[in-house]
């Protein structure tokens, strides 16, 4: 299995401090060999992500658990359907349990919530982007949920992607020395961003050749207007508390791309158990 | 500052996965020298949680950034109100900036979702208290949130308390030789607590000397029931899919305890911004 | 195999100290593909225990390595019994040995140390159970090697049992305000132990409600004062300096628990050896 | 404070394992704001080791708590002697108090049985020396405890010396290709070592000149004929369950070196408390 | 000081793998506590980089090491001129100069050719960037360096750029379809590189929107070409064994960036040396 | 296959820094179960070292991969040559293949200029050894590497070998205290090496016992006169930036070995590509 060392690390410190010194209950009750059998079903309808995690967790628990998977990630399930089934001695199943539900239930909420709203702006081409508002440690999976549920990712880090901000153009003495000193400074695969609140701020950021213009709390108008500016020599991003209620509007403004911190930030679990049978 | 492992190992894993290789926008466009000074601002009105963490994360990025506080942990705030005020390096703070509010969101959305439902109960004396259906990687932070809300923490991880579930029963035979064998071979430190979702189970467990009775998806009236039944012989626990519509009446039901998945699972992070001047 | 994370950090160290940058004298001296087989033969009579960490250290260093069983963890073997085989190439024979014989050897001398002193006290219900004055790293293991020899385990850490001390008593101002404070803010799930040196105090735990009550450096003719005071209201725990010479003596006195700081701070090692043929 | 990584991972590991998620008990019925004092009383008489690594354990838990030492390693105490004082927050002292002990204790009692031995050679130019029989974890800390207590230290792992056993020899076909293979491929900054156990061996690793001979299992007129035989052309060793009650004749055989496993594998705590006032 | 964690993490290594189990020698001839004060002095010309390393290095192994720096990274020095002066501990000094050195001469030489080439081709307006042949475990040093002597960074890894080769291009089926996946599928903050190998293949990159076209392997003619075709409408960059004698006539080419492997996976270190006195 | 934990380390720590987040090019252009085959082919004449690197290299990224290798590591290849062959997902190969090239051709550059300095001596006696002048967190492999070569290693680290120099002397008060120092408290399994730089500090090591002395920045000349002042009674090593334009003289002055910092710390990479087909 594929994963970069951010998942690895995350799920060993999840199976860490799930586990402690050690499953009391089971190593208490349940005779060595026991086995068990059962199924991860959908307590409800939504898109599914997650599922090499719950191989991963269970790998590194006990080899030996077997789990059967139906359906992929991004396929969308209602409440009843079986996700898969997991067979093993009870001690690798039961500790595995716990730690595998919370990362799927996690995942699949955001990858759920993420469809919802790419389906309600219908056949729209705007792209509806995540941001740095993550969960701590879940960075790299929430991203992937993102994507799982249809949406976009924006930059995933500080490091590769370039956006600046009020700070910035404060610190360099404007936007257009602020972007002049990204295009010396930094690599040239990354494109240059500037976060906007006003129109002769699009304009500014525009002459100076940004590669992406955020609009940052403008309201749908003024954010039409700044997409006539622009005029396709930029990308435009629609920012600021975005939320459903409003999204379709958004869309009709005509910019690329919107980005939303609530997908990552306050996620709803997808309810979904593990019975055994 | 003290704190465990598991705290240090998780706000490490979070700079982590957000500095990458490093802040290119800062360090492209922000001179080497420049200090700013923010504010940490509520922008809505609820519970803070998380303060510590926001000291420790700075600690890592750069110790000479300066936060003073103004309030503490399990502080009540309102949208305006300033939390905290930080001076620094332009690269110490903006590194550390959105690591530390993902935080400081996340953990001040569950103790204000705590304070909001322990206040719907009133004075009654059911405890709320948590599960361990946390966000991977955040387990002993988010029971902190759930104290610092003024709920109580379940146990904490498989090794620290005895919950003898279905299963476990299954594969011992029956609820009494599970809980004979958990009192034989666990520790004596710990109690034991065992899930019933009949009153029959219920007398079966009380008659086994269990300490804590978990009531599984019970309606009211049965947990009423099972209340009498126990009468003080044991904790009664609530569990179920609990949530804030009935919280009241099943206070009333007089159980002891009422667990909720949700304070840790489902998570809206609560809106606190850092403005600089 | 089912390990927990302390297990795993501990025979990482192990192999990490005792190979540094690799086994210089068989890379120097022996054929890249010479196979080796050998036995582990004990040289004493005892109780065995540490096989999985055995397979563990050699799954580490060497995969190709195989080792074959003739018993299991907590059989009792006689001078000369064969305890497994082993064969594989010699780097990775040779670069496992010492780490595997010093953990067996140490947790077979535990092991062995708790039979003969649970033999000792013959058909009495009193539990010998242990502290956590173990040697740094292996506590885990160690309190496994406790039970593979037929004693108990107390708790396993600061995070995962209650043991209010003279400290906290005094620190709260008392033993009923003490475990009042426990009570309300610990989890539910936890029993509360009271450490007490006089009668007076074994009455004021009891009246406050203990679970559990530490007889501390009392004479035998208190501890049964006492064990009549409590009258199975809690359990009771001798502890203090205890040994083999009294150990009978204690178990007249009836309480519950007898705990030995020496079951794993003075270990003598049980003579292993791995002899190749 | 001067440590190496073999060092700091034990101290993390060994304080992982004690805190787990917090030390529930202090954190329920201890104040926040607490202070306690303290002093650290050795129980019985012998040689203090490891005061660094106290420190170090507390600068690790709470960098607040003061530790004042009136004595350094390497020191006799007695019964009642205080070793050293503590103050600091309660919870910081109490989460460091067990681990510091536990170190303290393991490390003194090796230090203080060294010494004992080392004083029954009286003005004996033979060294005794330590083996790899350590505990997993805390190899590089126990050698220090035996050089603290006077004795020496033989090589610290496999990658360090160069020690040619049967096994080697067996496979090299023979002492002299082995040693010839060692002086060919090994750093030349080590000197090679040969297991011997007969006399006539002795003769042929002397013939290949071997810088050390270990002369393994052999009687005491044995090793005195193996002594004359070298003539001090190489070091000689003896080794093979060494104890205090042949040290003396063995010293008396002439050799320059006696290496013993119980030193480190089969360790008597030295008594020691911290006494809060 | 703000470092990233990869930074930490290979001097950790660096540390380890040179300190063992510590330094033999200066603990078995050196008084603990012997003061020495040395300076590090420039045996060469060159451009310093790696101060902050040094800086790192000591406060790591010795807080209480002192380092006063004369220059700063990036200043050119001669043979003979004082870089730093180091006073402290002769054990915290002596465990940390041969790692400091090594970091130092490391990065000094990669800073210094990097200038030299930079230097060669005058006034152009053509960037030197690094690549990914950099040395396993110093990536984000050896690119600081290279920044450091006056050169740029390409992509960092595999995640902060979009560079499609042949690969890409074979499995998307061509060079339009695999710019078109890229452009739907990777965030919209990356440019899109494409590999070109002849002329055909930099029109078709050109029409499907490429941001920057890399031209491999190509003579200078050809890249002349190239550079004609594009007209500004990417950026171009000449790569493949690039050296040191045509890098004047690729700079006349016209394109805006040369990438050189060399520049980090062959370097010559800078000699520089620690006197004491 | 068996490795040191340095290995592993290094090997981790150059994935993580090239992987980041992930290959956003191959996960966004190469549909997900693509596989691909290549061949590493040498670009040029040299000593092949590193395969076993490559082969752990893919089995952390993707244990699917698979590798066929045509030479052994000291196997001597021409330009055109194919080393090894590889197949398996593109993503897991696409992500393993940087890393592994930058091992091998860092690793087969060193082995290779070993190998021809080695050869330069012809059939001289002299060894040439490596020093602690590598490259940071790459200490075992480049040693290794050396040792492919046909060179020799000096000791790995300060804890492996006694290296007593200038700074030593003056603490000690000499070279005979220092040599004393070294022989009373070293372990007795270390030769003891004395840097040198005249001809009665030589006289003065051999009359304190020194078992190797180094010759540091001394003419030919004085080197003969040292050697045979030495006489056979110790070790000499040539040491001070040799280089290959002396290498043969010295090699005549009856030297034993001569150690060369350039061997590691200015390496030129072999030139190793992976070609798909």
Same sequence: chains 1, 2, 3, 4, 5, 6.
Avoid: W
């Avoid at 060999?33 to 790998?59: H, M, P, Q």
């Avoid at 240059?192 to 304009?203: A, P, R």
């Avoid at 930029?234 to 209620?245: F, H, I």
């Avoid at 910019?255 to 158990?273: E, N, P, Q, R, Y």
């Amino acid at each position: 299995m594929l994963m970069n060392s951010f998942i690895e690390k995350i799920i060993n410190l999840a199976l860490e401090e799930d586990l402690g010194t050690g499953d009391i209950t089971t190593n208490s009750v349940v005779p060595l060999n026991t086995i068990i059998k059962g199924r991860f079903i959908a307590k409800d309808s939504g898109v599914i992500c997650g599922l090499s995690v719950v191989k991963k967790v269970f790998e590194l628990v006990d080899k030996g658990v077997e789990i059967t998977v139906y359906i992929k990630d991004g396929d969308r399930v209602n409440s009843g359907d079986v996700i898969a089934e997991i067979e093993g001695l009870a001690r690798g199943v039961l500790s595995g349990e716990r730690v595998a539900l919370n990362f799927m239930q996690h995942l699949s909420g955001i990858a759920s919530e993420t469809a919802r709203l790419v389906s309600l702006i219908g056949g729209s081409s705007m792209k509806i982007v995540d941001t740095r508002k993550t969960t701590p440690g879940l960075r790299v999976l929430e991203k992937y949920a993102v994507k799982t549920g249809g949406g976009y990712n924006h930059r995933m880090n500080l490091s590769d992607g370039i956006l600046i901000k009020d700070n910035h153009i404060k610190a360099a003495g404007g936007i257009k020395p602020a972007i002049d000193a990204a295009r010396q400074n930094a690599p040239q695969t990354l494109k240059i961003e500037v976060e906007t609140e006003t129109l002769s701020q699009v304009q500014e950021a525009l002459d100076a050749g940004a590669d992406i213009i955020m609009l940052d709390n403008m309201d749908n108008q003024t954010m039409r207007e700044a997409v006539n500016m622009v005029n396709g020599k930029a990308l435009t991003e629609a920012s600021g508390n975005m939320d459903q209620r409003n999204l379709l509007d958004v869309a009709q403004t005509g910019v690329d791309l919107v980005s939303m911190g609530a997908l990552t930030h306050s996620v709803k679990a997808m309810d979904i158990s593990l019975k055994f049978y």
